[in-house]
């Protein structure tokens, strides 16, 4: 797709966010630049984490949306790292904040890329999926962007009732991980 306007990263800032210059320009496919003070803005992708919770009865732990986009869907809680914060302690916060639960310990399994719709702009995100382990699983409470706390065993986890394509993507991948994990139990 040709770099124009319209379907930039970027089209939505048509000033300049330092000098406010309406003379703000496409510079490469990821980044304009002022043609009057020379300040040039990349749009990179946010980090953002997710958090795969099992219980002691091999169930993951699901959220349903209470908020766009992808409202009423089935998600993974998480969110958007804060500035200057690990992601281990972002996810950790996130978890809290949705769920109330406590992360002792959160382990890397991969990361997805993923576009997030949000006041009329795409945001890039990298989504970092942990494999987080809990304090206790009993008493989550549905907060902030939860509006429900879901243990679903692994048969009825469906990638296609997730609403975001990275984490429908990372379910599936979860599945075909466990599916791997069971059979090398055996
Ligand atoms: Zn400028």
Redesign the pocket.
């Known amino acids: 797709m040709p770099n124009t306007e319209r379907n930039h990263l970027l089209h939505i800032f048509s000033c300049?966010?330092?000098?406010?210059?309406g003379?703000?320009a496409v510079d490469t496919e990821k980044s304009k630049r002022?043609?009057?003070?020379?300040?040039v803005y990349f749009m990179n992708p946010s980090a953002s984490t997710v958090a795969v919770i099992i219980d002691e009865e091999n169930r993951l732990m699901v959220v349903r949306r209470s908020k766009e986009p992808a409202k009423g869907t089935l998600d993974l809680p998480g969110g958007f790292c804060d500035c200057h914060e690990t992601g281990e302690e972002g996810v950790r916060r996130e978890v809290m904040e949705e769920t109330g639960l406590e992360v002792t310990e959160a382990r890397y399994l991969f990361s997805l890329p993923n576009m997030y719709r949000y006041s009329g702009l795409d945001i890039p995100t990298l989504d970092l999926f942990f494999l987080c382990k809990v304090k206790e699983t009993k008493g989550a409470t549905a907060m902030d962007d939860a509006g429900e706390v879901l243990w679903l065993p692994w048969q009825d986890v469906k990638p296609a009732d997730f609403g975001l394509k990275s984490i429908s993507l990372g379910v599936a991948r979860l599945l075909e991980l466990h599916a791997v994990s069971l059979a090398n139990a055996r």
């Open positions: 300049c966010p330092k000098c406010g210059s003379r703000f002022c043609e009057d003070c020379g300040f």
